[in-house]
């Protein structure tokens, strides 16, 4: 299907890039470091269950072919019944043990890799939850969720399984070369004679192997990133009817994971027929080489047996090797991904003796504050601003001018990049960001709903809050009504998003919700853009008083919403260019005043 090119511009301005850095062994170790916390349980126990297992696979052949068939049947003296018969019970014995052995291997090894799995997608998560605001800016959330699912699932394989049979086979290839040269030397080195030829061809195909799968991982990542934004936005793609191009974008996305997938798996495929060949070769110059030193006299029938034997087990390790190198090939990819996140710091950080904020009056001082989002556009410009604790101050000013970036430096989102930021004469960059965090409650014009209940939402602030407080802050907030009215009031499942609440229901439980958690400072962001008149009187009325004794910061460019405050603060273009209360604002007859006319006009017009 041919794509428009808005569709193809679209692709292009991706997030995530291939990680192109080589395989080393650092790596492969801090991988492997997530066995640790099992280093004294199950990693011994697999370890010692493989060695069991290994050591019986070197035996078997070894008694079948020397002890049964040359020392027992084929006896110069005549077939020896007596050690006919212990051969046989020592060869079930053993493959008794090995049973066993192999059991207990798969069960533990099973075990120790869903628990790495699970300490990894763990350390992720809970690394992603402390990263900051600019993090989350740059990456959509479709990636981020590739990185802790996909990314991770993709180890399972190579810890479940592949690390600990690549011991296994390790040892197993060195045990069977040892047996093979000390049957016959001569018949090994012929054998073997096609090995470096094998091993050069394959070490040519790591780079191109590795980078192959780096290239899924990025496909997946785009191909996730776009069903989640797909999902979310589907009401806005059928409003303005692009479905259609939202197909093009899905199939072109889908369309590029499917190569992606199919270039990697056909290099993959190139290892195990260059083994079987090999194997192949080997199996001719057993047969022509084997014979002639059988009749030589230099090789026994039994020793040529159990050649066989280990020569048939020798490459299916070598096999084995190649597809775990291909897990770690594919593991590599998606670590870098995951250690990418994981050497991700935080831009807002704690320092080690952070101070922690018990008790706070909420008086909040601008020092000649400086903060850019780029690098390169200012979105402060030396904002010196004083809140009194208790205050109520509104900011004000067209799109763009700094109200939001104000409220993200006091909660300590971002850091300013010059000035500084102080609660109570406390620098935020010396507080702790939990005692900060929990003195402070935001409400946002878009209010998230987490699924679950009505009550678990508003107690998501302040989870040991008690029923009767819900209702009561509820109440306090004009939503008790509306949730009454529902069908299981405070127990109502709510669905992803709070779909099943309109805008203006939703925007009263985040009310509630940061009332229940009893802050010091509330910061109300567009908090009543979306609710009705009549709603928002209500709120006004709860407002007045619920905030007494706390200091509240309102974002609005409803002027009629702030004319209570005890200062307003007009920005433009990062700049503090007016301040004081709603009369002393119009008698000044400045920008504020010339905001307030414009939107009476526009009242008027309606």
């Given amino acids: ?34 066995f640790r916390p099992y280093s004294k349980t199950l990693v011994p126990l697999s370890i010692v269950m493989v060695l069991i297992t290994t050591a019986v696979r070197l035996a078997i052949p070894l008694i079948i072919g020397v002890y049964t068939l040359d020392k027992a049947i084929l006896n110069p003296d005549g077939p020896d019944q007596e050690l006919l018969f212990i051969t046989v019970g020592v060869t079930l014995g053993l493959y008794f043990i090995n049973y066993v052995a192999n059991f207990l291997r798969i069960r533990w090894m099973n075990q120790l890799g869903q628990s790495v799995i699970y300490d990894l997608r763990k350390h992720l998560f809970t690394h992603v939850q402390w990263l900051s605001h600019r993090f989350f800016d740059q ?32 040892i197993l290839l060195a045990g069977i070369v040892v047996l093979l040269f000390t049957l016959s030397p001569e018949l090994t080195l012929a054998v073997l004679i096609i090995l470096p030829l094998m091993f050069f061809i394959s070490t040519s195909l790591r780079k191109k192997i590795r980078r192959s799968w780096q ?14 934004e797909s999902i979310q936005g589907i009401r806005v793609t059928q409003t303005y009817t692009q479905e259609q191009e939202n197909m093009m974008f899905f199939d072109g996305v889908n369309t590029e994971n499917f190569e992606s997938w199919r270039v990697a798996t056909k290099k993959n495929a190139m290892f195990r027929p260059l083994v079987e060949m090999t194997n192949a070769v080997g199996t001719a110059v057993l047969i022509w080489y084997g014979a002639t030193l059988i009749q030589g006299g230099t090789l026994e029938l039994g020793e040529f047996v159990s050649f066989a034997f280990y020569l048939g087990m020798f490459w299916e390790p070598i096999s084995r090797l190649g597809m775990v190198y291909n897990q770690l090939l594919m593991g590599m990819a998606s670590s870098e991904r995951i250690f990418e996140f994981l050497d991700e710091q935080p831009i807002v950080s704690e320092k080690t003796n952070s101070k922690e904020l018990s008790d706070i009056r909420g008086e909040i001082r601008f020092d000649t504050v400086e903060f850019s989002y780029d690098d390169k556009r200012k979105a402060l410009n030396g ?33 300013p990049t010059k000035g500084r930021v ?10 702790s960001l939990t005692s900060l965090r929990s003195q402070i409650s935001i409400v946002l014009q878009d209010t998230f709903v987490f699924s679950g209940t009505i009550k678990d939402n508003i107690r998501f602030g302040r989870p040991e809050a008690s029923d009767e407080e819900v209702i009561e802050a509820s109440k306090a907030i004009g939503a008790h009504e509306f949730i009454m009215s529902l069908s299981d009031g405070y127990e ?47 709120i006004q009325e709860a407002l007045k008083r619920l905030l007494n004794g706390r200091t509240a910061i309102m974002i609005a460019h409803r002027l009629s919403t702030i004319r209570g405050a005890d200062k307003i603060i007009v920005l433009e273009h990062g700049n503090l260019i007016e301040q004081g209360n709603h009369e002393e604002l119009m008698n000044l007859q400045g920008e504020y005043y010339g905001l307030v006319k414009a939107q009476f006009k526009m009242l008027e017009a309606l």
């Fill in 1 to 34: 299907m041919k794509q428009n090119p808005s569709v193809l511009k679209r692709f292009r301005y991706s997030t995530d890039q291939i990680i192109d850095k080589p395989f080393n062994w650092s790596q492969l170790y801090r991988l492997l470091s997530y």
């Fill in 139 to 170: 990456r959509s959330a479709g990636s981020i969720l590739v990185r802790i699912l996909n990314d991770i699932n993709s180890l399972q394989e190579l810890f479940t399984s592949g690390v600990i049979n690549l011991l296994m086979d390790i």
């Fill in 215 to 228: 290239d899924v991982r990025l496909k997946q990542s785009k191909l996730n990133s776009h069903l989640n």
């Fill in 383 to 415: 904002i010196d601003l004083h809140i009194k604790g208790g205050e109520t101050v509104a900011l004000v000013g067209h799109t763009g001018s700094g109200k939001t970036t104000i409220a993200n430096l006091i909660t300590r989102f971002y850091d």
């Fill in 422 to 431: 102080l609660l109570d004469g406390n620098d935020l960059r010396d507080v």
């Fill in 492 to 538: 109502t499942e709510v669905e992803e998003r709070g779909n099943v609440l309109s805008v203006g229901q939703r925007q009263l439980l985040s009310f509630a919700r940061a009332l229940l958690a009893d802050p010091k400072i509330i910061i109300l962001d567009e908090a009543t853009a979306s609710i009705d008149t009549e709603t928002e009187m209500k």
